[in-house]
């Protein structure tokens, strides 16, 4: 069996990137080379500003080269949940917002010609407990009457057409949404970023961060980047270097098992249109095809150890729903981190200090945390955002947030226990 993800076997071929040594002037530094700090760099160099992206392993090495490939509509909270917290008129438009950042991607794929699979199948949303028929009834509902969505339910013959398992009995499928290589399109962002004039540094850890009445400089092991803004892009890997963001973001653990390859009728068989897969368990079970006929099925673990535990969970887990695949080894293992804040929604802001940040994606990071690159571009160069939502949201730290692992470890065992109970 392999730890290293398939992701990482499968990727594009990638750049060498030097470590940082020396002293260099910049506009703006970003700390983390994922999705939000590449896209920063990208869309402040479109802007004329210059950048220097610091990270502390290589492009995409987190969540950004780690998840599960899916390109979402919407955040953690449904859409009614939003609309019942701000009102329909502003969930519409975090609705569209959303969508903007799915084709923002699909945007900066084509136009950099980014080999990374990009596949449009849409989603489903599956349960196999009674109790969900009336909320994913209600969630089409809404979704199309409200949000202008062409969400379908689906029950009995309509839901075998979908997926080739006896395990759900109820769904909703939704056409929008992106299966995607996500280590590819990390690489690729960070050449479109180097393309416009930015610098990327790998293995370059950011080990502290000086201001001054004129400017900031972030220090590392072996020299200093002297910069009039700072961003920190590191989400479910912050740190004490941003002592207010890391209180606030919890990171939760995710993991990820892929078949050996099946074989194109096999695959095919088991998600007949290639959709992206989720269930409604609180802690998240996802699945799909991989471009090259694996079976990719993840959740979200909550705790950090225990790995080898959960992979043989998420297999057994994986066997449930497609029995088929009993005859067929797990050749990748995986996992990684997400950030979850105390709202479960995307932020972004600045903190006392004057570091900028976005974080708290929840699991719907490909997209949005590629907006969240192009709203802090748009920010620091003083332009008007589409909407200041995510910046009214202050960081709030987590009760007991210096006891990490115990809170992690307690949510683990309460979502468990709702899901079995549930």
Not at 6 to 31: C, H, M
Not at 227 to 240: C, L, N, P, R
Not at 357 to 372: F, W
């Amino acid at each position: 069996m392999n730890t290293l993800s398939l992701w990482a076997a499968t990727a594009n071929p990638p750049k060498a990137r030097q470590s940082f040594e020396g002293e260099y002037d910049t506009d703006v530094v970003i700390i983390g080379a994922g999705f939000t700090g590449l896209s920063a760099a990208y869309h402040l160099q479109k802007k004329g500003l210059r950048t220097i992206v610091v990270e502390q392993e290589t492009v995409g090495w987190g969540a950004s080269g780690r998840n599960g490939g899916m390109i979402l509509p919407g955040y953690k909270p449904t859409m009614d949940e939003l609309a019942k917290k701000y009102g329909v008129d502003e969930a519409k438009q975090l609705n569209q917002i959303a969508l903007d950042g799915m084709e923002l991607v699909k945007e900066i794929v084509t136009t950099h010609h980014i080999e990374c699979s990009l596949d449009y199948g849409g989603y489903l949303l599956l349960s196999n407990k009674k109790r969900f028929k009336s909320l994913l009834k209600d969630e089409h509902e809404s979704l199309n009457s409200q949000f202008g969505s062409d969400t379908r339910y689906l029950e009995g013959d309509e839901l075998k057409q979908e997926i080739s398992s006896s395990f759900f009995s109820y769904g909703l499928v939704d056409p929008h949404g992106y299966s995607f290589h996500p280590l590819n399109y990390s690489l690729g962002l960070a050449d479109a970023a180097e393309s416009l004039g930015a610098r990327i540094f790998e293995k370059t850890k950011a080990v502290a961060i000086q201001w001054t009445p004129q400017n900031v400089t972030v220090l590392t092991a072996k020299g200093r980047v002297i910069a009039k803004e700072v961003i920190a892009a590191t989400d479910g890997y912050s740190s004490h270097l941003t002592k207010e963001l890391d209180r606030a973001v919890i990171p939760i653990a995710s993991y990820q098992v892929a078949t050996e390859c099946l074989g194109d009728e096999l695959a095919e068989s088991l998600i007949p249109n290639n959709r992206m897969v989720f269930g409604t368990s609180n802690l998240i079970n996802y699945f799909r095809r991989s471009p090259d006929g694996r079976i990719v099925y993840g959740g979200s673990g909550i705790r950090h150890n225990g790995c080898e535990k959960y992979y043989r969970e998420l297999h057994q887990m994986m066997l449930s729903v497609f029995p088929q695949l009993t005859p067929y080894k797990v050749e990748y293992t995986w996992g990684g981190l997400i950030g979850v804040t105390m709202d479960m929604f995307p932020m972004i802001g600045r903190m006392k200090d004057g570091v900028y940040y976005a974080t708290g994606y929840c699991g719907h990071g490909a997209s949005l945390a590629t907006l969240m690159g192009q709203l802090l571009a748009q920010w620091i160069a003083g332009e008007e955002r589409v909407s200041r939502r995510f910046e009214s949201l202050p960081l709030k730290a987590f009760p007991f947030s210096s006891q990490k692992s115990m809170l992690i470890n307690l949510a683990n065992c309460y979502y468990r226990l709702m899901d079995a109970i549930g």
